[in-house]
C-alpha cells in the first residue's frame, strides 16, 4: 500500500497503525500525506498555531529505522497537539502573544506516551485567549468549523477537534477543564472523551483549572478515541473496546443544567433517539434528571472564574482581552470571598452518589444547540461571552466539577445539514471503558460521516495535484 493507492485519510488511526506495522507504508509517507491536506486544507479553518513540517518528516523516517515498529500501538500515527500543552522545541502560547514564543525544552508526560507509542506531531492547534472560552477565536485568529466556516468549532480544544474533523490528523490531544474537549468535539462531529480523574496525567497550567481539567482524546471513531486513550492512560485494556458484559441502567435527561437555558427539541430528540437504541440492545432506558440545583450552576461558574484567573496571573493581565481581563477580575474577588473552595465539589459528589447508585449511564445532549458564530467574541463583552457559552454548551461541565469520566458522540444530521446532533455519556469514576462500551454500540447501530464536507472537496484538490 502506497498513499497513491487509497487516500490514507479514509483508513481510521487504528488501520493506519496496522499499515505501518506491516510494512505497506512508511510513516513518512503517512505524514507526508496529512501534511499535504493541511497546506490545502487549513488556510479556509485555522486549525493549526504551528505545523512541524520538517521535524515531523525527520521523527516519521527515525521512527521507520526503530526495531520495535511492528509492537508500537500507535505506529506512525500524525497527531496534533493542543497550543497549551508542550512539545518539545515547539513554544505554548496558549492563544495569547503575552506568553513568549520560546520553544518548550521538553515534551510533557502525555505527548511522552505518544511519541513513545510511535505517534508523530504534526503540530500545535489553535486555542482561545488562555483556553478560556468554549469558542476558538482569539488575538491569533480563529478556528473556524469544518462543517459550517460561519460557526465556532468548539472551544477550547477547537483546533484540535477541527483539525480530526477536516481529515488533517488522524487524532488530535485536548484537554478540558470545563468541557474543552466534549464541546468541540460535539460540534464538529467527532468522538471526545474526558477521562476521570487521574486516569491520564493532567499538569494542565497552574492547576489543572482547580483540579477539574483532563488530557483526553478526540478521534473519529470510537475505536480510535479508545486506543489513543489506552495510550495516555498507560492502559492497554482499555484499547479494547467490548460489549457491555450486563444489562446497563441509563438515565436519559435533556434538561438543561442551569435555568432558563433552552435545548433545541432536535437535540433533545436525537437523546431520545439514541436512548431507545441503547433500550433496543437490551438496556434499562428510563428518563432521569441529575440532582443539578442552580448552588452548583454557580459553583461551576465560580470555579471557571478563578480558573482563569489564576492563568492570568502568568502574564500582563491589564493586556489581556477585556472578555478575559473582566473574567479573571471576577475569579479573583471570588476567591478573596471564599466562594472558591473544594468542598463545593465535594458537595457535588455527595449530591450525585444516590443517583449514580441507581444508575450506570448518564445519556444528555452533548450541546443544547448549534455551535455560535466562529469570530467576534473577544470584542464582544465579558457578559455576552459567559452567556452565550453557557447556553449553547451547559451540558459537560458539571462532569469536570464532579470529576466523572465523560464523553460526546456523533448522533446524527441536523435538519440544517450541520452533522451536530451529539449527545454525551457520563458514568461514575472508572466508568471509562463503560462509556466507550456504550459508545461503540451506539456508533454501530447510528454510524456517522468520519469527516466534513470540506475533507471529501479538497480530496479532489488533492487527488489532481502531481506527485
Not at 479514509?10 to 506495522?21: G, P, Q
Not at 502560547?93 to 510533557?108: K, M, Q, S, Y
Not at 482561545?128 to 468549523?145: H, I, K, Q, V, Y
Not at 461551576?300 to 482581552?321: G, K, M, N, Q, T
Request: some cysteine.
Amino acid at each position: 500500500m502506497t498513499s497513491g493507492d487509497l487516500c490514507l485519510s479514509d483508513l481510521t488511526a487504528s488501520e493506519l497503525a496496522h499499515a505501518v506495522r506491516a510494512g505497506r507504508v512508511t510513516p513518512a509517507a503517512v505524514v507526508e500525506h496529512f501534511l499535504q491536506r493541511i497546506e490545502v486544507i487549513d488556510p479556509r479553518l485555522g486549525a493549526f498555531e504551528v505545523v512541524r513540517r520538517e521535524r515531523a518528516l525527520a521523527e516519521a523516517k527515525a521512527l521507520s529505522a526503530r526495531d520495535d515498529l511492528d509492537r508500537l500501538p500507535l505506529a506512525g500515527i500524525p497527531v496534533a497537539i493542543k497550543d497549551n500543552t508542550d512539545v518539545a522545541g515547539e513554544p505554548s502560547r496558549w492563544g495569547t502573544p503575552l506568553i513568549p514564543a520560546e520553544p518548550r525544552p521538553a515534551d510533557d508526560e502525555v505527548v511522552r506516551r505518544l511519541r513513545a507509542a510511535g505517534a508523530i506531531v504534526l503540530g500545535k492547534t489553535r486555542v482561545p485567549e488562555l483556553s478560556a472560552w468554549g469558542t476558538a477565536d482569539g488575538p491569533f485568529g480563529a478556528c473556524r468549523n469544518p462543517w459550517d466556516l460561519s460557526r465556532t468549532a468548539g472551544g477550547s480544544s477547537g483546533g484540535s477537534a477541527a483539525a480530526v474533523a477536516a481529515g488533517m490528523a488522524p487524532l488530535a490531544l485536548g484537554s478540558d477543564g470545563l468541557g474543552s474537549i466534549r464541546i468541540p468535539a460535539a460540534a464538529c462531529g467527532v468522538v471526545g472523551v474526558k477521562p476521570g480523574t487521574g486516569v491520564v496525567p493532567a499538569g494542565i497550567g497552574v492547576s489543572s483549572w482547580l483540579g477539574m481539567a483532563e488530557h483526553g482524546p478526540i478521534a473519529t471513531t470510537v475505536e480510535d478515541a479508545a486506543l489513543m486513550l489506552s495510550v495516555l492512560a498507560d492502559r492497554p485494556d482499555l484499547a479494547t473496546v467490548a460489549p457491555p458484559g450486563r444489562r446497563l441502567r441509563v438515565a436519559v435527561s435533556t434538561r438543561a443544567p442551569m435555568a432558563g437555558v433552552w435545548v433545541d427539541r432536535e437535540f433533545a430528540a436525537a437523546t431520545e433517539e439514541v436512548g431507545q437504541i441503547l433500550a433496543r440492545a437490551g438496556h434499562d432506558v428510563v428518563p432521569a434528571d441529575p440532582p443539578y440545583t442552580l448552588g452548583v450552576a454557580l459553583d461551576v461558574v465560580a470555579f471557571w472564574c478563578a480558573a482563569v484567573s489564576e492563568e492570568a496571573e502568568r502574564v500582563d493581565a491589564s493586556r489581556l482581552s477585556a472578555r478575559t481581563r473582566r473574567h479573571a477580575s471576577a475569579g479573583r474577588l471570588l476567591r478573596r470571598l471564599g466562594r472558591v473552595r473544594q468542598e463545593a465539589r465535594d458537595r457535588w459528589r455527595a449530591r450525585l452518589a444516590p443517583f449514580f447508585n441507581a444508575f450506570d449511564l448518564l445519556l444528555t445532549p452533548g450541546l443544547a444547540r448549534l455551535p455560535i458564530a466562529a469570530d467576534g467574541w473577544g470584542e464582544r463583552s465579558w457578559l455576552a461571552n459567559v452567556y452565550s457559552n453557557a447556553s449553547y454548551a451547559p451540558f459537560p461541565a458539571a462532569w469536570n466539577f464532579a470529576g466523572y469520566p465523560a464523553a460526546t458522540i456523533p448522533a446524527g444530521l441536523h435538519s440544517r445539514a450541520l452533522p451536530l446532533l451529539s449527545v454525551q455519556l457520563v458514568a461514575p469514576p472508572g466508568g471509562e471503558a463503560l462509556i466507550l462500551s456504550a459508545a461503540r454500540l451506539i456508533e454501530e447501530a447510528r454510524p456517522w460521516p468520519r469527516h466534513a464536507p470540506i475533507a471529501m472537496a479538497q480530496q479532489k484538490i488533492l487527488a489532481t495535484q502531481p506527485r
